[in-house]
Structure formats: structure tokens, C-alpha cells
């Protein structure tokens, strides 16, 4: 069998398992009849973008900006992706107020602030705030309801809307692709709701989904789980390799509380289950699950958080309720929250029992719905059975709030996806790279003063640590300091696929890097460098692997993104 012959015959096989799959993910198949065939419309653009999380929309953004047409696609309702449909404050690293993303990152955490100050009853000390923080949270600087983001984002997007400059089809899941060697001619996507199928072309195309989709129907080189030591020389890589190995994801929910009321939810069916399922890692899981005692994931010890909506928590223990909260009602006017707001999305709902790539549509859909139960099995035991310092048990006044999240059972409209597929790129980021320690290995450097490695081809710089959560394949918290670090070109390009380029948790990292490569500015970069990318190979007539050998080129597009707000180096002060 020729190359040609063998992706075709896998991209094959891959459309018939996602045609069996539409729709299953976010709720029912699509709506045609058996035996009907859909009327095909075709849309055009300079770029088309399949997937609309932080990455799609900052690509989309970029590519706009820069004159270009875009056509992206989004399988949920909402826009946004970790913001949004999947309900998850901002990860992000402590320079974020000043540095260490692109402008537009920023201008993007502007505008939620800026929104609640006009259209927010926040008290005058709050609206005084010049780093306002509505919710609260010890997560990030920036803890916020996810209907707001996507207010922000469907309202930066307007006008490109109003203008015919853009058009996105939001519930639509791409099912195939026309590929031709090593170039993309079209894809073609379905309604989830409809089953219309359009046709989509373009120069260009971007993979901005949570699970690489886009990958595989175009017959894109790609990995999954994590890679063995032999394979890439790191110190936190496996002995050996499994593509099946994948950190947790999680379905979050928002909750409040009304300590005077009772608000337990129905028994969740598998409550029995996770009430006494303890995870098989190494290093071992304490305990059960749901409990508050979990490893710590640094030091790999048992650790005991805390929790309580009302009261504050012994000194040195973490409030899961201050966590991710994004709504603090004390920074609002009186009677404008009945409480607080937040987010469960924590190591008591990280689903370990499967995966979401990788995997049948069946078993996709039934690892989805057993995560689902988790979370409320979560809720349940919250309400009922948690342990609370006055010796008592459960909090009944937590009440689940389908309308912060615009669904009807009240979880997140798209799973919290940790990883994905990822390309094999030309070049990709190791561990040597960036940790810390691997790093002060590779370079005789001491540990206080090695720094992440430089690339030539940097397009955007990030910060995070090394932080995986426990994996399908047995492995407890992975979770060691990184170096601040850049965004290679290299890790964007495909070693073979000339026209499309990764935008999310895609791009060339292993199993171990991508776990500071994943977080909201990050992916955002990626995305805001790909909107450019496209616009300046499209001008240049080259595409994005030849610019990234032409040294002219390449530092022309490097001086692109410093006109449009993107640091590509790290810089002291």
C-alpha cells in the first residue's frame, strides 16, 4: 500500500467511526432521515477554521485584523471553548498583567473586565479595581462567568459578522476532507442540529479542535498518550510508550449556596460506584476518590483540602469554594447575588476510567456519560455525606445552576479536554526544552539560573508549569517546574500536510511538555500566530515550511507579529 493509499484508507475508516459519533458527544445524532443525502453547500474563504475554542477565535481574530475571509466552525452553541462551553477560568502565569502573551490576550481580559464594570451591579470599590477579579478565585487574576467571555467574544466578532468578512456555523462537526497528497482542497462539516452538509475551502485550514479531529480525516501525521524515554530522552517520560496513556478530563458545573435551603439533587444513578471507587495510580491515591484528602501534586504526599461556601478554611488548607470561583457576591451590590458562584473542576471529578481520543464513538459517548455522573455523583456526595469541621456531614443549600452554563442538566456543554491528538511536527518541544531541571541537565547550567531553550523560529512565549493530571494509564500528578518559555514555528508546521496548521492543544509537544503548552494564553497565542501565519504566506506565495527555512521570511513574519502585540522572546523586568 502506497502512503497515499494508506491515509486515504484511514481517513476512511476515521469517517465512518465520526459519522457514527456526530452529534453523540454534545447530545443526540443528526437530525436527517436514514437514507437521505443532505444537500452539500459550499462556503469559501482565505482560511477556514475548524474548532472554536480560544485558539479558532484568536486565529480568526488575527487572520480579520489582517484582511482576510474566515469560515470557522464550532461543534457546541458557544464560542470559546475553555472559557465558555467548557466553564474553566483562565491558567495563567503571574506576569500575565504586564507580559508573557499577545496584546490581544490581554485586550481579551480588558474586555471581561470592562463588561462587568458597564453591564454589572459591582460595588464602587470593585468598579475601582484596576485588576478586577469578579469571582474572586485563587485560580487566576481573572475568575469570570463564562456567559461574559462569550458576550466579549460574540461582540468582537460582530462586526467581521456584519461585514460578510466572517461566518461561523457554530454546532457543526466536521466529517471528512478532500485531500490531494499533501494538500487539503476542502473539508466538509455537518450540522448537528440539521444534518445539512457544507462544503468548506480554502487556501488554508486550521485545526482548532479539542481533540485534533481535523487530524486524522486529513491523514495528518499525529501522536496520542505519551512517548517513551527512549523515544524522547526525558526525564518524566514513561518507560515505555502508549497512546492510550491521557491525562483526566473533566465535566465541570457551577454551583451555589443557600445555607437555609435544601437544593440535594435526584441520587445520580452511579452514585454507589464512585462513592467507593479509589483510583490505582502510582504513586498511590490516598484514598477514594471523593474525599477531600488527594495527592499532592508536587511532592506526590497525601494532602487534605479543604472546603466550606460560608467560613474560611484552617490556615495552609486550600477552599475548593475559593478555588474557582467566579462570582463573589460581596463585590456586587446587595441582593444582586443570592452567594457566591463556582466552579467544580476538581481532582474529585477528574474522570480517569477512559478516554474521549482514540477511542469507538461508542466508547467515546460512554466514557462522556460516566464522567457526567461523576460530576453529580460529586454534587451528590457534597450535598450529602462531605465531612464539615463542625463534625456534621453534607452542605444541601449547594444548588446546581444549569443557567451558568445554558444547559439543561447543568454540566458544561463540552468536557474540559487536557490533551489531544498532536502533530508530528518538525520539530518538538522536549522536555530538554523546557524544565527546569531537564533543562539544567542538558545545558551544565545550575537550576537557579538555566533558562528555557531559544528558538530561531519563536513565534510566542508562555509559562506554566509541567502539570498533568492523573492519566488513563495509571499515572498519579506529574507536576514539575518549567522555564518560561517560547512557541517554536517549527512545532506548528506538519512534517508532510503543506495547508493546514494546529491551533489549540495540537501543536508538536509530548505527553510531558504538553502539560505547560495547554493552559488559555498559550493557546491563544498559537492561534493569534496562526491568523498571521496564513496572512503572510498567502502575500509571500510560500507556504509556512518554506518561510520557516528562508531566514529573510522568516524574520519578516517574526516582525508581523511584533506589529500586531505578540512577544516572542522573554524579556527581564
Not at 168 to 182: Q, S, Y
Not at 303 to 327: E, S
Not at 528 to 536: I, K, P, Q, S
Request: with cysteine; aromatic share 8%; glycine share 8%.
Amino acid at each position: 500500500m502506497t502512503i497515499p493509499e494508506f491515509h486515504r484508507t484511514r481517513r476512511r475508516r476515521f469517517l465512518c467511526d465520526l459519522t457514527a459519533a456526530t452529534g453523540t458527544l454534545l447530545g443526540g445524532p443528526p437530525a436527517v432521515a436514514v437514507g437521505s443525502e443532505p444537500r452539500r453547500q459550499e462556503l469559501r474563504g482565505d482560511i477556514v477554521i475548524i474548532g472554536g475554542g480560544l485558539g479558532g477565535c484568536a486565529a480568526a481574530l488575527a487572520a480579520l485584523r489582517l484582511g482576510l475571509r474566515v469560515v470557522m466552525t464550532e461543534p457546541t452553541a458557544w464560542i470559546g471553548g475553555q472559557l465558555t462551553a467548557q466553564g474553566v477560568p483562565p491558567d495563567e502565569h503571574r506576569w500575565i498583567e504586564q507580559r508573557g502573551a499577545p496584546q490581544s490576550y490581554r485586550t481579551l481580559r480588558t474586555r471581561i473586565r470592562d463588561y462587568y464594570r458597564r453591564h454589572y451591579p459591582l460595588t464602587e470599590a470593585a468598579r475601582r479595581t484596576i485588576h478586577l477579579n469578579p469571582g474572586g478565585g485563587s485560580v487566576s487574576r481573572l475568575c469570570h462567568e463564562p456567559r461574559v467571555a462569550l458576550a466579549v467574544l460574540r461582540n468582537w466578532l460582530a462586526p467581521y459578522l456584519s461585514g460578510q468578512r466572517l461566518r461561523i456555523l457554530i454546532e457543526h462537526h466536521p466529517i471528512d476532507a478532500d485531500v490531494d497528497r499533501d494538500r487539503i482542497r476542502a473539508v466538509q462539516v455537518r450540522s448537528l442540529r440539521s444534518g445539512r452538509i457544507r462544503v468548506l475551502r480554502a487556501p488554508y485550514f486550521v485545526d482548532a479542535t479539542e481533540f485534533g479531529d481535523l487530524l486524522p480525516l486529513t491523514g495528518t501525521e499525529s501522536v496520542t498518550g505519551s512517548e517513551s524515554r527512549l523515544e524522547t530522552g526525558e526525564l518524566h517520560a514513561a518507560d515505555k510508550a502508549d497512546p492510550h496513556n491521557q491525562q483526566a478530563f473533566t465535566v465541570c458545573l457551577a454551583v451555589d449556596y443557600r445555607a437555609d435551603q435544601d437544593h440535594t439533587i435526584e441520587r445520580p444513578d452511579d452514585y454507589d460506584f464512585w462513592r467507593s471507587y479509589s483510583p490505582q495510580l502510582s504513586p498511590p491515591w490516598p484514598g477514594r476518590l471523593l474525599d477531600f484528602a488527594y495527592t499532592h501534586p508536587r511532592s506526590g504526599k497525601p494532602k487534605t483540602l479543604g472546603f466550606h461556601p460560608t467560613q474560611a478554611t484552617p490556615p495552609g488548607v486550600l477552599n475548593l469554594w475559593h478555588y474557582r470561583r467566579i462570582a463573589e457576591a460581596r463585590q456586587f451590590t446587595t441582593g444582586s447575588y443570592a452567594s457566591d458562584l463556582s466552579i467544580l473542576n476538581w481532582p474529585q471529578n477528574d474522570y480517569l476510567l477512559g478516554n474521549l481520543v482514540g477511542v469507538t464513538p461508542q466508547e467515546r459517548q460512554h466514557h462522556l456519560q460516566r464522567a457526567k455522573q461523576l460530576s453529580l455523583s460529586l454534587l451528590y456526595w457534597l450535598q450529602t455525606e462531605a465531612p464539615r469541621d463542625d463534625g456534621g456531614q453534607g452542605f444541601p443549600g449547594l444548588r446546581l445552576r444549569p443557567d451558568v452554563m445554558g444547559t439543561e442538566d447543568g454540566l458544561a456543554r463540552h468536557p474540559y479536554v487536557r490533551e489531544s491528538r498532536r502533530i508530528r511536527g518538525l520539530f518538538t518541544v522536549r522536555e530538554e526544552h523546557v524544565g527546569r531541571k531537564n533543562r539544567s541537565l542538558a545545558t551544565g547550567q545550575p537550576e537557579d539560573r538555566v533558562t528555557a531553550a531559544r528558538f530561531v523560529d519563536s513565534i510566542g512565549v508562555g509559562s506554566y508549569p509541567i502539570d498533568l493530571h492523573p492519566s488513563t494509564g495509571g499515572d498519579n500528578y506529574i507536576d514539575f517546574a518549567s522555564l518560561p518559555f517560547q512557541i517554536p514555528l517549527g512545532a506548528l508546521i506538519p512534517q508532510r500536510v503543506l495547508n493546514l496548521l494546529p491551533a489549540a492543544k495540537n501543536i508538536a509537544t509530548t505527553h510531558i511538555t504538553s502539560g505547560c503548552y495547554r493552559l488559555h494564553p498559550v493557546e491563544w497565542g498559537i492561534g493569534e500566530a496562526v491568523g498571521c501565519l496564513t496572512r503572510f504566506a498567502i502575500d509571500q506565495r510560500a507556504p509556512p515550511v518554506a518561510i520557516r527555512q528562508r531566514p529573510k521570511q522568516l524574520q519578516d513574519f517574526q516582525a508581523l507579529l511584533r506589529q500586531q502585540g505578540t512577544e516572542i522572546e522573554w524579556k527581564d523586568g
